[in-house]
C-alpha cells in the first residue's frame, strides 16, 4: 500500500508528544520538528493512503434529500 507524510500544524510540546506516543503505539513511524516560532512543533506521520473516498454511512443522509 501507498504511504505519504501526514502533518499536523502547530500545536505546543504536551500535545506533539502525546499525539508522538499515540502513533508510535500504533506502530506507526512519527517525527516533530520545531516550525518558525519555536514555541509550536510539526508533527509528522508516515500514513497510508488510499485512492479511493470513504463511503459515507446512510443513516446520516436524510431521506428527504435523496
Known sequence: MKKSWFQHYPMNEIEANSLIRDYKMRGVSAEK????????????????VSQYIPRSNKSYI????Q
Open 33 to 48: 520538528t520545531l516550525t518558525a516560532d519555536p514555541r509550536f512543533y510539526v508533527v509528522s506521520a508516515f500514513l497510508p
Open 62 to 65: 436524510n431521506s428527504f434529500w
